[in-house]
């Protein structure tokens, strides 16, 4: 799906970008991630304009924090993990805030 957005142009005024929506492709995260290695993380608005991707900023900062960061782990978590967390949540409760000062 397409969706559309104003962009500014130089001296023709507002010019209509087509943004596309749906999944992403394998060229789109090759993309991402060589712009996000090369620039670092961070301003995410301005990555459809220096990047090519007809992507909102939104939507290239969920892609890299969800699926593609080096450091994200995909394995299931371990017993030890899963206890560690039981642990945690019987001392903390479900305060968030409490949970973010770890």
Known sequence: ???TTENECS????????????PWTAEEDRILTEY??????GNWNVVQKNSGLLRCGKSCRLRWINH????????PMSPEEAEIIVEL?????TSGRRWFNL
């Open 89 to 93: 949540h019987a001392i903390l409760g």
């Open 36 to 41: 996000v290695t090369k620039h670092g993380e």
């Open 68 to 75: 593609l960061r080096p450091d994200l782990r995909k394995d």
């Open 11 to 22: 001296n023709d005024g507002p010019v209509v970008v087509a943004l596309r929506k749906g």
């Open 1 to 3: 799906m397409i969706r």
